[in-house]
Every structure is written in structure tokens, then in C-alpha cells.
């Protein structure tokens, strides 16, 4: 199993340019999450998807979308890119969702917006 | 607003010591607590997973106490080795707010020397 992937590993953009990070899991997960990790902030919840079909805002949800595609795929797409958005991109998944799950990450996006 | 704070940020320590990184959060309604390790340009991996009823947690040669009234978890690492070295991410799940919602401190940024 490769568990959690993300495409693409590196991007660059230019102000205004729209892209979109694709994760995909092969373990069955209900649930699964956007994070960014910035220097000195650490990890926040962008969206997450509960289940197929369903999809919430986390706690920094501006200036992003969400879409889950299936069960395997959650993609977060951005519609015009800002510096603010400069980040490492984190997606992850859990079995159900529940409180006491552990939830599985990927490798990462990395997003430089000049 | 729940606030999860990682102390030391950096440690250096020679190999064969043990050690021990802290974590603090400050409101002690949560459902458990989580440690991640995390390798430079990789995504994260879990640690270890205290429920909010469980006093500690161990594998292998770590171990993670809760102590939920205090707001304090410490993870303590036997007889460190050069492998352990990674930035260790420390992450409440509280009641309420965004399912999964995750609170991650800043992380401590462990270097064990040969």
C-alpha cells in the first residue's frame, strides 16, 4: 500500500495563477484532511471531508476550495494564488473520522507563490 | 482557544543519553493527545496516541505520559540515537470545533550526534 499520496512533490506560481494539490489514499478511509504547515505556526486544518460526498472548513479555509472527488481523492484547489499562500501543503486521512483515530499524512506539496 | 506549546524548540544531545521533550496545552478538555514525528522534506509520522482516560503510552524505546489537569504531556526517548533525529510534533484533538481538528504545536527539532 502507498497510503496517503500528493501530487505535485514542488510547485511555483505567480500571483493570480490557479492550481490544484491532489491526494489520494488507498487504505478505505472515510475521512480525510487538508493541513498547511508554515514556519512558526505549525500544522492548521485548511477543509476536511468527513466522507464521500461531504465537506467542511477547518480553521483557515480563505482562499481555498475543495473537492472530493471518490472515496480515494480530496483535492484542494486554489483559484488565484497570493505569497500568503506560500506553504507546505499536508494531506491526510483517518478509517472514520473519530476522535480517537490516528490520522495517516502524505509526503506533502511544497508552494512558493512569487 | 486551545494553544498546544512545545519546549525546547532545538536540542542537540550526544547519542546513548535519554531524553525528554515537552509538551503543554491549555485547555485540558480534549479527547487525546498525539506525537508525530516529522523528517526533513517528509510528511508525518505517528508516534504515539494517548486517549484522554490513558496515563501513558509506550513503543519501543519511547514513551509518553498525559497529564490531562495539568495540561501537560512529556515524550521521553531511551537511549537516543543519531536515527531519532526529526522535529517531533505534539497534537491535542479537543471537543467541538472542526472534526479532526488537530491542534499541532511548533515542534521540537531533536539532533542526536554520533
Known amino acids: 500500500n502507498a497510503g496517503v499520496t500528493q501530487t505535485p512533490k514542488f510547485q511555483v506560481l505567480k500571483t493570480g495563477q490557479s492550481m490544484t494539490l491532489q491526494c489520494a489514499q488507498d487504505?478505505?478511509?472515510?475521512?480525510m484532511y487538508w493541513y498547511r504547515q508554515d514556519p512558526g505556526m505549525g500544522l492548521r486544518l485548511i477543509y476536511y471531508?468527513?466522507?464521500?460526498?461531504?465537506?467542511d472548513k477547518g480553521e483557515v479555509p480563505n482562499g481555498y476550495n475543495v473537492s472530493r472527488l471518490n472515496k480515494r481523492e480530496f483535492s484542494l484547489r486554489l483559484e488565484s494564488a497570493a505569497p500568503s499562500q506560500t506553504s507546505v501543503y499536508f494531506c491526510?486521512?483517518?478509517?472514520?473520522?473519530?476522535?480517537?483515530?490516528?490520522?495517516?499524512f502524505g509526503p506533502g506539496t511544497r508552494l512558493l507563490v512569487l | 482557544k486551545q494553544e498546544v506549546t512545545q519546549i525546547p524548540a532545538a536540542l542537540s544531545v550526544p547519542e546513548g543519553e535519554n531524553l525528554v521533550l515537552n509538551c503543554s496545552f491549555t485547555?485540558?478538555?480534549?479527547?487525546?493527545l498525539q506525537w508525530f514525528r516529522q523528517d526533513p522534506g517528509k510528511g508525518l509520522t505517528s508516534l504515539l496516541l494517548?486517549?484522554?482516560?490513558?496515563r501513558e503510552q509506550t513503543s519501543g524505546r519511547l514513551n509518553a505520559s498525559l497529564d490531562k489537569s495539568s495540561g501537560r504531556s512529556t515524550l521521553y526517548i531511551a537511549a537516543s540515537q543519531p536515527g531519532d533525529s526529526a522535529t517531533y510534533l505534539c497534537?491535542?484533538?479537543?471537543?467541538?470545533?472542526?472534526?479532526?481538528?488537530?491542534?499541532f504545536g511548533k515542534g521540537t527539532k531533536l539532533s542526536v550526534k554520533p
Open positions: 491526510a486521512s483517518s478509517e472514520m473520522g473519530l476522535a480517537q483515530e490516528t490520522q495517516y
Open positions: 487504505m478505505n478511509h472515510n475521512s
Open positions: 471531508s468527513a466522507s464521500e460526498g461531504t465537506t
Open positions: 485547555d485540558s478538555a480534549i479527547y487525546n
Open positions: 494517548i486517549q484522554s482516560s490513558q
Open positions: 497534537a491535542v484533538k479537543g471537543y467541538g470545533g472542526s472534526q479532526g481538528n488537530l491542534i
